[in-house]
């Protein structure tokens, strides 16, 4: 479990300069940008790695925390789908979803983590998954409050931007669920 927490404190603290230390972060953008996008990368891999290699060290010997009814399942199978939807609304065209929501990919983030959360009664899922719900929320609050702040505006959503963003979430999701997961991740969902 070692290896996932330090994962998860690589990965989502390099995530979260931003959020905590953004004058900080511009400083360095400011003084080297190529040097910080290359320090920021490498951290985050070696985070990703982290993470999926102390998420499959934990499954192996598991620590079941509760069991998850099985309709939770298909909760978690809709929360995931949504949350597929509002992070590809996060880099289409206007759409309907990112001038509601401002920041769809943290918001699909936190769907994305409670849908596994529901499903998933391990340690090591409340680990992963609540971490990543934990980062999302305060990401959501932090970038909301500074928008209310800044009086920052974002474009009205267009019904084409709004459909793109559907279909391409749909589309990402049911690949991911229906070939890759079970490849990548070692179960099927379905």
Sequence with gaps: MPILVLGLVLFLGSHSTRLV??????????????RWKGIYTVVSLVGLVLIAWGYS???????????APIWTRHAASLLVLLGFIFISATYGPPNHFRSVLHHPMYAGTALWALGHLLANGMLADLLLFGSFLAWSIAGFLVWRGRDKATARSYPAGTVRGTIGAIVVGVVLWAVFA???????????PF
């Design 21 to 34: 230390a953004e004058d900080w972060r511009n400083r360095q953008v400011v003084s080297g940008e190529k």
């Design 178 to 188: 229906f070939l890759l997961h079970g490849p990548l991740i070692g179960v099927r």
């Design 57 to 67: 060290m934990a499954r192996q010997d598991p620590v079941l925390l509760w069991a």
